[in-house]
């Protein structure tokens, strides 16, 4: 072989060897980069899990956000299920941007790379808010709602706005003219209540890290015992509302729903506290502990006395429902806590009644003029003339204008100044405080969910009942399963600001029984 064929063979192989290597390095680095955006699992993933995982380098905030939005692309329409109205294009850059903060401080805040599943009420800057409504579509808030920037400020990501019933309306059916009807995650043949079903549904599935909700009577709790969730009605006042869509201002309340209830007291810990944009939040000066997840203890009911309210729990209650509130009850006992049956409240049905006061023209309208001039809609009227709204909702769009109220100094008004709502409460809490007990206990819904398209099938909703009108704080956990795979809520209710006593109750029977399944219906995507 002449010298310069030795040279040129030389050559190539020197080629050959150096693309082999060149091809195994990146053919390993790809494979590496496969290899962790699938070896971290984000099917009931808890904010401990996600936060581990990318602290021991199993995963990056944006394998974890690229993982949700894989799911949601896979599930959310192919199933029907329909619980998304839109995600955050700017998602994959907020996670990448968090991953470069831990890089460089090796420091988390507290709800660092949480992914949150946030109802379509919530004003959020640079997103789409249209409160279910097609006669809002397009509007963009130029500021998010308080309790969005705080999570924000906290380190969590807006990954998506889901679906929620109309302006709010429904506490049964989820269902919009914005984006249609939302189904149970459980068994699609069924409702996932509402009005906060699309971030119940998106968050059962394991769409989202958790979701953030509003309570006006039922919704928060409501969708939460539909789809096997942990909700938490805070006190009134605990929690800003100021840009949210409100239903009634009056009742309204804003909260976590989350899959675990060390999830939902993160989320509280971080949301608390006094805003000059939602007056009643002065309420909560000097009752806010200096953090909330102290009290998650797990042998919490060990002496704890508890009551139960058999006026809400036996009314037509479904026979799996009381069966499992008859477990939930023997299982407390089992733990330690000192169960006080059939707590009497004198004047029980007379002090709720006529509670209700038609206000949602004076607080939506209120809201739609704090939005600028780019808001498509300036009050009620004009969404009622635009024709945009999901037929369902008409009658009680009309009597809200024909029976149109304002608030009043001593009726009609918030908790703490309405005569009739401060009579309510001081019974409960009499009886409270007559027996000793740290709270009271009842099914969150007294039947299984209704199927689609059963309006009938709304019934046994014991939420409305005290919470809403006396302004207490309210949580709902999973309680176990009935018919067809369909999940049920048992409801903790407590005196106002005692939210530390109910995290340690809720707690520790969610860890005694560990009811939470994920619905068979959305496995890990491969």
């Known amino acids: 072989m002449t010298l310069k064929k030795q040279f040129y063979f030389s050559a190539l192989i020197f080629i050959v060897f150096a693309s082999s290597i060149f091809y195994s390095c990146t053919h390993k680095i790809q494979k590496s980069n496969v290899a962790g955006s699938h070896s971290f699992n984000v099917v009931e993933a808890s904010i401990k899990d996600i936060q581990t995982g990318i602290k021991e380098g199993k995963c990056s905030c944006k394998e974890i956000v690229s993982s949700y939005l894989k799911r949601i692309e896979s599930y959310d329409q192919s199933t029907k299920l329909n619980s998304i109205i839109l995600t955050n294009p700017d998602a994959l850059k907020k996670a990448g941007a968090l991953d470069k903060e831990w890089h460089k401080t090796k420091k988390m805040r507290p709800l660092f790379c949480v992914p949150f599943i946030v109802k379509d009420n919530y004003n959020t800057e640079g997103l789409q808010t249209t409160a279910g409504s097609l006669a809002m579509k397009g509007f963009i ?140 939040t002065k309420q909560s000066i000097g009752k806010i502990p200096d953090n909330y997840t102290q009290f998650l203890d797990s042998t919490a009911l060990k002496s704890a006395r508890i009551g139960v309210l058999r006026i809400l729990s036996e009314k037509n209650v479904d026979p799996e429902i009381k069966k499992l509130f008859e477990q939930a009850i023997a299982d407390m006992r089992n733990k330690g806590a000192i169960i006080i049956d059939s707590i009497d409240i004198p004047g029980f049905d007379s002090l709720r009644r006529n509670q209700s006061c038609p206000l949602f023209q004076h607080d939506i309208n ?50 703490y100044n309405d005569t009739k709502r401060i009579a309510f409460r001081n019974a409960i809490v009499s009886a409270m405080d007559k027996y000793q007990v740290g709270a009271l206990i009842y099914p969150t819904w007294n039947n299984p969910p209704a199927k689609v398209g059963d309006m009938a099938g709304y019934k046994g909703d014991n939420s409305q009942i005290i919470a809403p009108i006396t302004g207490q704080p309210a949580f709902t956990v999973p309680m176990g399963f009935t018919y067809d795979h369909l999940p049920a809520g048992i409801q903790f209710l407590g005196r106002m600001f005692d939210e530390p006593t109910l995290i340690k109750y809720v707690y520790a029977y969610e860890q005694a029984t560990k009811h939470r399944k994920a619905p068979e219906l959305f496995p890990a995507v491969q």
Request: hydrophobic share 40%; proline share 6%.
């Open 141 to 280: 808030p130029a500021k998010d709602a308080t309790m969005v920037k705080k999570i924000k400020d906290a380190g969590a990501i807006v990954l998506a706005k889901s679906n929620m019933a109309e302006w709010a309306f429904s506490p049964m059916v989820t269902i919009s003219s914005i984006a249609g009807e939302t189904l149970n995650p459980y068994n699609l043949q069924h409702v996932p209540a509402g009005s906060s079903g699309g971030t119940a549904a998106a968050v059962a599935a394991s769409f989202g890290l958790v979701g953030l909700g509003t309570d006006t009577g039922n919704s928060i709790r409501g969708p939460s015992s539909h789809n096997s969730l942990v909700g938490f009605r805070t006190t009134m006042g605990l929690i800003s509302r100021a840009g949210i869509a409100p239903l009634y201002i009056r009742n309204d309340v804003a909260g976590p729903m989350a899959r675990t209830v060390e999830d939902a007291t993160k989320i509280l810990e971080e949301v608390v506290g006094y805003d000059s944009e939602d007056t009643l």
């Open 366 to 415: 209120e809201y739609l003029s704090s939005l600028g001039p780019t808001v498509p809609v300036k009050n009620l009227n004009e969404v009622i003339v635009s024709g945009k709204y999901a037929p369902y909702i008409k009658d009680n769009l009309n009597y809200q204008v024909k029976n149109a109220t304002n608030p009043g100094s001593s009726i009609c008004g918030d908790a």
